[in-house]
């Protein structure tokens, strides 16, 4: 059949792949730059993330990807020393412990509270689960609440730039209400899946940065991938779907079945007079988020200060910094600054209590002057960067809170009414790059199955 996709961000490109090779006549339309926010820029010397920074390696989607595109030999895995991650707390730097033992010899909890999730194999799971408990009430019930607060709503601002206390965990955080339905318990499933051999995620990204990967599926695509913009999606006059495109020229495209996969306020403009539901996509809330990558020539002369062997660290709220965390990108990756060189990425922003939504509209010298001050207070640096570079993201992140769940299935329930057409993104399925590309095969995978 032929198919169109609309949008060209990860999840667009990597569905329009999919159905090439399933063997369709495949269309992919984009209005801007093919990738979405996976883009790497070069600047000075230093090779820079401007969204995403890495892929997990556990996602066989993905692994799957990669092997189709041959980018499974040009893999980067991440360095040893990336194992090594810190949350600020008490203002200071804690290690962040491997495994729940480490818990009871780490300095990020108190002893009443290391005594309490010593408790969680016992704590009994909802009877019925609840799908609209946060995850900051989750991490209360199952771990306590400082432990919530420590280390659960801590993770979730690495994920999120969000607060727990606003994200729904099944919406979420899925796989940890997996664990609690298969196994009662948090610490039962990680044990149990360590019995199975159940792999650990490790970052993994590319030599020349995390857009190898779109730009991988753009040239396995081809002429597939045209630039324009559409207008609107309507049922064509002999079944399947037509669209109208603006571009030079502007002009009508039909097929049998429309992948949407474009974010949420451009679904709801194209699909909302189809699929009524779509239309609430556009209310769930985002968190804004700055990026400000910050390069130091040489790391030694003078010293900057900081311990640079780890993956990174963050904030937990309630400390005086606002900022969200920062990666050592030099220390993770290799090749992402010139020789004795270091470059680190500063996450600033977030949605909820505590955090900072307004920095994106400061401007660039703000934005840098706000990271290096937290970075002295939080890790120690001692000097001004020699290179700053600042991207600003004010639509960000979705957050997906209670009710998402039911937003979803009345969404796929208005979808089944519309053969041929469906829908991608990160505000319905999941952020994350392993996410969408999950997403965009689970779709191709039923749009083009026998029936």
């Known amino acids: 059949m032929r198919i169109i996709v609309v949008g060209g961000g990860i999840s667009g490109l990597t569905a329009a792949y999919l159905a090439v090779r399933a063997g369709h006549e495949v269309l992919c339309i984009e209005a801007g730059q093919p990738g979405g926010l996976i883009q790497t820029e070069h600047h000075q010397g230093f090779l820079c993330e401007v969204g995403p920074q890495a892929v997990l390696d556990n996602a066989p989607d993905t692994m ?8 499974a030999e040009r893999a980067l895995h991440a360095n040893p020393a990336a194992e090594r991650r810190f949350i600020f707390k008490g203002g200071k730097l804690h290690l962040v412990p491997s495994s729940p033992p480490g818990l009871l010899r780490s300095g990020l909890l108190s002893w009443p509270a290391k005594l309490r999730l010593l408790a969680e194999p016992f704590v009994r799971p909802l ?87 779109p730009r991988a599926l753009a040239s396995a695509l081809g002429p597939r991938l045209v630039s324009g913009r559409v207008t609107s999606i309507e049922p064509g006059p002999s079944g399947g779907w037509r669209l109208h495109v603006e ?21 709801a403009r194209l699909l909302g007079h189809l699929v009524p539901k779509v239309g609430l996509l556009a209310q769930v809330p985002t968190s804004p988020v700055a990026v400000c990558a910050l390069g130091f020539r040489d790391a030694r002369s003078p010293p900057v200060g900081m311990r640079l062997d780890g993956y990174g660290f963050l904030v937990a709220r309630g ?29 600033l922003g977030g949605r909820g209590a505590g955090f900072d939504p307004d920095i994106v509209e400061q401007s660039d010298a703000e934005i840098t002057r706000r990271a290096v001050s937290d970075l002295r207070q939080i890790a120690g640096l001692t000097r001004e960067p020699d290179f700053a570079r600042v991207w600003r993201h004010p639509n960000g992140i979705p957050q997906p809170g209670p009710g998402h ?33 999950r997403a965009a095969t689970s779709v191709i995978r039923t749009l083009t199955s026998p029936s």
């Open 247 to 267: 571009g030079t020229p502007a002009r009508r495209e039909e097929a049998q079945s429309v992948v949407v996969a474009t974010d949420a306020v451009s679904a």
């Open 319 to 347: 400390e005086a910094p606002r900022l969200l965390g920062c990666q050592y990108e030099s220390s993770t990756f290799a090749g992402r600054a010139p020789e004795g060189a270091a470059l680190v990425r500063c996450i």
């Open 64 to 71: 799957a990807l990669l092997g189709a595109l041959g980018l």
């Open 127 to 213: 009877t019925v689960p609840d799908d609209d408990e946060t995850v900051l009430a989750f991490g209360a019930r199952r771990l306590g609440g400082e432990a919530a607060r420590v280390l659960l709503a801590t993770f979730v601002i690495g994920v999120f730039a969000g607060a727990a206390d606003e994200l729904a965990l099944a919406a979420a955080l899925p796989r940890l209400a997996a664990m609690e339905r298969g196994h009662g318990s948090l610490f039962r499933a990680m044990i149990a899946a360590r019995k199975t051999g159940a792999k650990r995620g490790h970052p993994l990204s590319f030599p020349d940065g995390l857009a190898e990967l």
């Open 405 to 437: 769940l039911r937003l979803v299935a009345a969404i796929e329930e208005e979808l089944a009414a519309r053969p041929g057409l469906r829908l991608l993104g990160h505000t319905l399925r999941g952020v994350g790059v392993n996410e969408s590309v």
